[in-house]
């Protein structure tokens, strides 16, 4: 039963992530070492702060509004 409970949580907090617009790192990680074995994954934080940046601007000073 507890693994059933941990399972779910997992997906929901997977969908609320996605649904705001921040992939999860996870899959991310497992995408790399899949697809580009050569290549470092970005750390957690350079992950995030590269989602972020991606969804709602930042680089290079500019900004969006909405």
């Known amino acids: ?3 059933n409970l941990a399972k779910a949580g ?8 996605l649904m705001v617009g921040v992939p999860d790192y996870d899959t991310y990680v497992q995408h790399m070492r899949v697809t580009h074995p050569e290549q470092t994954p970005m750390t957690y934080e350079e992950f995030y702060k590269e989602r972020v940046e991606a969804r709602y601007g930042g680089k290079n000073g500019t900004t969006r509004c909405c």
Not at 10 to 17: E, I, N, S, T, V
């Open 10 to 17: 997992k997906y929901l907090g997977q969908a609320a992530r």
């Open 1 to 3: 039963m507890f693994e």
